[in-house]
């Protein structure tokens, strides 16, 4: 069952038979089409799925279009049936120059859509088969994009975590570096008050032993005193 109507590009220099095969080709529901004076150019413009060749056997090993046809990129997939008059030699001649098919004339009208309906088989297996194979490229190529962008992805994480253990390493010697000096600095002024207050209490020790040194002269030194006192009394009382 057709989608859309397959086109068709009839090329015959013979009026009569050129009508005739459009005719039976029109009735099949085939899209024709008969502008083919520009050759190759007319081809590509009408973009048929099958080309219906006419060939004159003096000219058959010289067929300028077929030859172009499938050694073009762009139209080498469209299938060519050629209709040759002779038999089997001239076949075989238009199969070698490229045709899909060759069909003798007189040709047969259920004979002719059935080789067309062939080759139209033919080509849409080849065509999806073909787009399978560009969509399995399209698919490889994105694949190789997401497993470029992730291997790139880790090449970037890579280097960051090795930046970032870098910056460990760097900020924990820096931060050993300081604590080690702090803690110096820390027992240069422990010292130092211990110093002070060595210094502060040897200082208090002394002043303590002066007082104490002091008191005992003055201790000492009253007695003395009472007595010359006790002397200058009795002295008064006789006089």
């Known amino acids: 069952m057709k989608s859309k109507a397959e086109k068709l590009l009839v090329v015959?220099?013979?009026?009569?038979?050129?009508?005739?095969?459009?005719?039976?080709l029109s009735d099949a529901g085939y899209e024709?089409?008969?502008?083919?004076?520009?050759?190759i150019r007319a081809v590509l413009t009408f973009d048929p799925d099958v080309v219906v060749l006419g060939a004159d056997p003096p000219q058959l090993d010289c067929c300028d279009l077929l030859s172009e046809i499938k050694g073009s990129e762009h139209t080498q997939n469209i299938r060519v049936v050629m209709l040759s008059p002779g038999e089997s030699a001239e076949r075989t001649r238009g199969l070698d120059l490229g045709a899909d098919d060759v069909l003798s004339l007189p040709f047969d009208p259920h004979e002719l859509?059935?080789?067309?309906?062939?080759?139209?088989r033919s080509k849409h297996i080849a065509d999806e088969f073909r787009e399978r194979l560009r969509f399995a490229e399209e698919n490889r190529n994105a694949t190789r994009q997401v497993v470029a962008a992730v291997n790139e992805e880790r090449r970037t994480?890579?280097?960051g975590g090795?930046?970032?253990v870098a910056v460990l390493i760097v900020a924990s010697v820096i931060f050993f570096l300081f604590y080690r000096r702090t803690q110096e600095q820390n027992t240069r002024v422990y010292a130092a008050?211990?110093?002070?207050?060595?210094?502060?209490l040897a200082q208090q020790q002394l002043m303590e032993r002066s007082r104490r040194a002091l008191e005992d002269g003055e201790r000492a030194v009253h007695p003395?005193?009472?007595?010359?006192k006790s002397f200058n009394f009795k002295r008064r009382a006789k006089t």
């Open 32 to 39: 024709v089409s008969t502008n083919y004076q520009e050759g």
């Open 162 to 164: 090795l930046a970032t």
């Open 193 to 200: 008050i211990t110093r002070l207050q060595t210094g502060v």
């Open 12 to 24: 015959e220099s013979d009026d009569t038979l050129r009508e005739h095969i459009v005719a039976v």
């Open 113 to 120: 859509l059935s080789r067309v309906r062939s080759q139209l």
């Open 157 to 159: 994480l890579r280097v």
């Open 224 to 228: 003395w005193r009472a007595i010359h």
